[in-house]
């Protein structure tokens, strides 16, 4: 089945409000911002990091102006030293492909391993802009909603604060 099937199936399932937004494929915020997405929607980046044995996966979730700092960050999170997960395991955890990185990914986490770390900066947004494991939509929800379907898909959730 369509990975965007798949999520819309499950936002619907759960009675969540949404908004679709169809787009050609886009690989950078910079794309989004030249087809206009970032006026409709607060868009996420969303990076798959691991800790130093491979052992904890997290993604972590941020307003696309902020940048993340891993080593700042694994000290909130209580984490060895973090980097950027291979596609590899990006495919094996989450379900996803480079470019298709969202917290929706959770739904392919049958095993609940990958823990979500949300920027405290989210915390109450009503229009947050996320891929729906496919980089060539947009849905636009709630914070509020976003947590609800990681917290029903079973996966950890942490909150870090990142200034800018």
């Given at each position: 089945m369509e990975r965007k099937?798949?999520?819309?199936?499950?936002?619907?399932?759960?009675?969540?409000?949404?908004e679709i937004i169809e787009h050609p494929a886009v690989y950078t915020i910079e794309e989004m911002d030249n087809l206009g997405i970032t006026i409709k929607a607060e868009i996420c980046k969303n990076l798959f990091v691991r800790d130093a044995k491979g052992k904890r996966h997290y993604l972590i979730v941020l307003d696309k102006n902020k940048k993340a700092d891993l080593a700042n960050l694994a000290s909130q999170i209580g984490s060895t030293k973090l980097s950027f997960a291979s596609d590899k395991r990006l495919d094996k955890y989450l379900g996803l492909e480079k470019g298709a990185v969202s917290p929706l990914g959770v739904i392919n986490d049958i095993n609940k391993e990958v823990e979500v770390v949300f920027d405290k900066g989210l915390i109450g947004k009503?229009?947050?802009?996320?891929?729906?494991?496919?980089?060539?939509?947009?849905?636009?929800?709630?914070?509020?909603d976003l947590k609800r379907v990681i917290e029903d898909n079973g996966n950890k959730i942490k909150f870090v604060n990142i200034l800018f």
């Open positions: 099937k798949i999520v819309y199936e499950k936002l619907n399932h759960m009675g969540i409000n949404y009503d229009n947050l802009g996320v891929h729906p494991n496919d980089n060539t939509a947009t849905v636009v929800l709630s914070y509020d």
